[in-house]
C-alpha cells in the first residue's frame, strides 16, 4: 500500500485526540485509568520502564504491570538500545559490583531460559540460587501477554509464541515439562470451541486491495489452504474465478492448477524430483515450469508470509506442496525426510492447543513454579487470569530471581576458560552498568548477541553463533468494540496478498476457566494482524535483514494508520467505521523474531546435522552453556524447551567429569 492521507470514514488523519498510546479515546473507561498511572502524553514508542519510573513506579513496585500496555510492545523502546550499542563497539560506565552470588546465571528469561532455570533446580535441589536477566520489561520472551479490557472484562491476546503445536511430536523432555507444570493438552479438545465460526457460517476470504490488483474488493474464497474452505483438491467454481480483479488468463490457470494432473519433471526420478523442488522456488515452479500468468504469483506471494516470513519468491516449491499448494498434482511423490522438530508420532492434530495469550501461558507457569508465590493458584485454568505479582520476581528471598530490564553486555570467566570456577556478567540497567556472579551460566538469548557477549569464544564457534539471521515480524492486536461487521461479512479470516498486513483473523474461540471468550458479535473482541517485511527478489537471510530495519524505523503512528486504513476498507461492507469501532492498539514488533530455519532453497542440500552452523554454535566454553530455540534452528516451543534442558545437561555433565 502507498502512503497516503486517510480521509472518511476508512480512516480520518489520526492525531493524538483520536489515539493515545494505541488506546482510542472513545474506549471510555475501560483502560483510562492504569493509562492515565503511567502518563499517556508520554507517546507509543516511549520506554515502558521510563514511563513507569516517571510515576515512582518501580519493578518492585506492585502496580508494575507490562501486560496492560498497549501501543509499541514486543522489542520495545528500551530493550535494544544497548545490545545495539555492544553491536556498535560502545563502551558502557563503569560497573558496580553486586554483593551477589549464584549457582546459576541465565541470560534470557524466554521460554527456554524460563525452562533451563526451572531443569537446573530439579537437578540442582531446591536451594539452587538463580538469576534470570531480560533486557525486555516483562518476561516470556517472544510469548507475550497482552491484556486488553471491555468494562470489567478482561480480553486477552498473544504478542508472539502462539500455540502448542503438535503436542504429539513433542519429546519426552517437552511434554514432560508441560505435564509438570500441569497442563493436560487433552482438555484443549473442550477448550477450544471448534464450532463456534462453523454454526455462525464464517469462513475465509481474500482482500484484494487496489494498489495491486486494480480495485478493493473482498473475496470470499481463498486459494490456499488455511481452514475447511480450501482442503487441497477443492476446485473453485467458474462464478468465484469470475469475480477474481485478475486477467482472464490468469484465472484459467488457476483452474490448471487445481484440476490438471502434469509431471513437469518427467526425466528425474523421486529423489532428483525432491531436490529440484528443494532449489526452486514456488515464484519460479509457477512461472518457468507451470507457465502461469504472472497475476497467480501477486495471488500467492504473500500466502507464506506468516509461517516463513518471506513470501513465494524465497520459499521452496516442495514446501509449499507440502502445505497443499496448488500446481504438483501429476508431480511424482518425493521421499520424505523427518525435520528435527518432529520427535513424536506422525498423527496429524488439530491446530486447537491455544491458551488465549499464546504460549505467555506457559511462560506464567514457569514462572509460577519457579517463584510460587509470583501468582496465585495451581492449575493450567487459573493461570490464564491470574494476576501476577511481579514485585516478586526479583526478591532478595527468593532461590530464583527474575530481573527485567537488564540487558547483558559481558559473560566471561573469571581466569582461563578450560578452569576457571565463575563467570562474570556484566548487565545495564536504568543506564548503569552492574557485574554479578556464578558458578555457571546459560545464554538463552538470541545466538546472534553471544558473539558480543564472549568474544574469547574460538572463531569457529563464533562464526556458527553469527550465521543466523532471525525472521522479522509483527503481530498487532487490534480490540475493536464488536465484531458484527465480520459477522454480516461471513468472515473469520482475511487473507490480504497485496496488503500491509498478510492476515487478520478473529481470536481463537477459547474459554478456559475463569476466561471466556465473546462469542457473542455485540462483544468486544480482538483482531489479530500479522506482518512480515520482505523485500522479495533476495535471498531470505538479506530480506530478513531489510524487514529488521524497517521495524526498527517504523514509528507506532505509522503502523496505527496502516492498521486504520486496511480494516476500514477490508470491513467497509459490514458497517465497520475504524474511528468509531477500534478501541486500542497493541503491536508486537519482532525485528529478531522466528529462529532462523535454515531454509532449504539457500542452504546446503541435506547438509549433516554436526555441520549446521546452529549446532558449531551451541557448544559448550568453559562454563557457558547455550540455549534458545536458535540452538537448533527451529522456531518451536518445544525445541526451546529441548534446547534448555540440553544446556543444563551439559552443565552436569562437565560437572559429573
Known amino acids: 500500500m502507498s502512503n497516503r492521507d486517510l480521509s472518511g470514514k476508512t480512516g480520518s488523519s489520526i492525531t493524538r485526540r483520536d489515539f493515545l498510546n494505541g488506546v482510542a479515546l472513545t474506549a471510555g473507561a475501560s483502560l483510562l485509568p492504569f493509562r492515565e498511572l503511567l502518563g499517556q502524553d508520554k507517546g507509543a514508542d516511549t520506554s515502558a520502564l521510563e514511563t513507569f519510573l516517571a510515576q515512582g513506579i518501580t519493578p518492585l513496585d506492585p502496580r508494575y504491570y507490562p501486560p496492560a500496555l498497549t501501543g509499541m510492545r514486543g522489542s520495545h523502546p528500551g530493550s535494544f538500545e544497548a545490545a545495539h550499542s555492544l553491536r556498535d563497539g560502545k563502551g558502557w560506565p563503569e560497573a558496580t559490583v553486586d554483593n551477589e552470588s549464584y549457582d546459576l546465571i541465565v541470560v534470557g528469561a524466554g521460554i527456554s531460559g524460563l525452562a533451563s532455570a526451572y531443569f537446573f533446580g530439579k537437578a540442582a535441589g531446591p536451594k539452587a540460587r538463580v538469576l534470570i536477566l531480560d533486557n525486555h520489561d516483562d518476561f516470556g520472551g517472544h510469548a507475550k501477554r497482552n491484556e486488553f479490557r471491555a468494562g470489567d472484562r478482561l480480553l486477552l491476546g498473544y504478542g508472539g509464541t502462539q500455540s502448542i503445536e503438535a503436542p504429539g511430536r513433542y519429546s519426552k523432555v517437552s511434554i514432560g515439562l508441560l505435564k509438570e507444570l500441569g497442563i493436560d493438552t487433552q482438555r484443549f479438545y473442550k477448550y477450544y470451541d471448534r464450532k463456534l465460526f462453523q454454526s455462525m457460517y464464517l469462513k475465509s476470504a481474500t482482500f484484494f486491495d487496489r494498489e495491486t490488483f486494480g480495485q478493493d474488493l473482498l473475496w470470499p474464497y481463498v486459494i490456499v489452504g488455511y481452514d475447511e474452505t480450501y482442503s487441497g483438491g477443492k476446485v473453485l467454481s467458474a462464478e468465484a474465478l469470475a469475480q477474481m480483479p485478475i486477467a482472464e488468463a490468469a484465472r484459467k490457470d488457476v483452474l490448471r492448477l487445481q484440476t490438471e494432473a502434469i509431471d513437469y519433471f518427467p526425466d528425474l526420478n523421486p529423489d532428483q524430483t525432491r531436490a529440484k523442488l528443494i532449489k526452486t522456488s514456488y515464484k519460479d515452479f509457477l512461472l518457468q515450469f507451470a507457465k502461469v500468468h504472472p497475476d497467480i504469483v501477486k495471488v500467492f506471494q504473500s500466502s507464506t508470509h506468516d509461517l516463513y516470513c518471506v513470501g513465494i519468491d524465497a520459499v521452496s516449491a516442495l514446501a509449499c ?302 562454563r557457558i552453556t547455550i540455549a534458545n530455540s536458535d540452538a537448533d534452528g527451529h522456531a518451536y516451543t518445544n525445541i526451546a524447551i529441548d534446547q534448555g534442558h540440553r544446556a543444563v545437561s551439559e552443565i552436569f555433565g562437565a560437572s559429573a567429569k
Not at 373 to 402: C, F, Q, W
Not at 570 to 583: A, E, N, V
Open 321 to 622: 506442496r507440502g502445505m497443499g499448494y496448488p500446481g504438483f498434482k501429476g508431480v511424482k511423490a518425493t521421499p520424505r525426510r523427518r525435520s528435527r522438530a518432529d520427535e513424536g508420532g506422525d498423527e496429524e492434530e488439530p491446530y486447537i492447543f491455544h491458551f488465549p495469550d499464546g504460549n505467555a501461558s506457559i511462560a506464567r507457569l514457569l514462572v509460577r513454579s519457579l517463584i510460587p508465590d509470583s501468582a496465585p493458584g495451581h492449575t493450567m485454568e487459573d493461570i490464564v487470569t491470574a494476576k501476577m505479582n511481579y514485585a516478586r520476581l526479583d526478591d532478595a528471598t527468593n532461590a530464583v530471581r527474575i530481573r527485567l530490564n537488564s540487558t547483558a553486555v559481558s559473560a566471561k570467566h573469571v581466569g582461563n576458560p578450560p578452569s576457571g570456577k565463575e563467570i562474570e556478567i556484566t548487565y545495564l540497567t536504568g543506564g548503569k552498568a552492574r557485574k554479578v556472579r556464578a558458578s555457571n551460566c546459560v545464554l538463552a538469548c538470541y545466538n546472534s548477541v553471544i558473539p558480543y557477549l564472549c568474544p574469547e569464544m574460538p572463531e569457529k564457534q563464533k562464526e556458527g553463533l553469527a550465521y543466523a539471521v532471525k525472521q522479522p515480524l509483527v503481530y498487532t492486536n487490534v480490540q475493536i468494540r464488536n465484531w458484527t461487521a465480520l459477522q454480516k461479512l461471513g468472515v473469520s479470516y482475511i487473507y490480504s496478498p497485496g496488503g500491509y498486513f498478510c492476515s487478520t483473523t478473529l481470536d481463537f474461540p477459547v474459554s478456559l476457566g475463569d476466561y471466556k471468550f465473546p462469542s457473542s458479535p455485540e462483544e468486544s473482541c480482538l483482531l489479530h494482524l500479522v506482518r512480515t517485511p520482505c523485500s522479495p527478489g533476495l535471498p531470505c537471510k538479506d530480506q530478513f535483514k531489510a524487514g529488521r530495519y524497517e521495524l526498527f524505523t517504523t514509528p507506532f503512528e505509522e503502523f496505527e494508520r496502516k492498521i486504520r486504513d486496511q480494516l476500514g476498507r477490508m470491513l467497509s461492507g459490514g458497517d465497520f467505521d475504524p474511528t468509531r469501532d477500534i478501541q486500542a492498539i497493541t503491536v508486537n514488533r519482532w525485528p529478531h523474531g522466528y529462529a532462523y530455519e535454515y531454509n532449504q532453497l539457500f542452504e546446503p542440500l541435506d547438509r549433516p546435522e554436526q555441520e549446521r552452523p546452529c549446532v558449531i554454535g551451541r557448544k559448550p566454553f568453559g
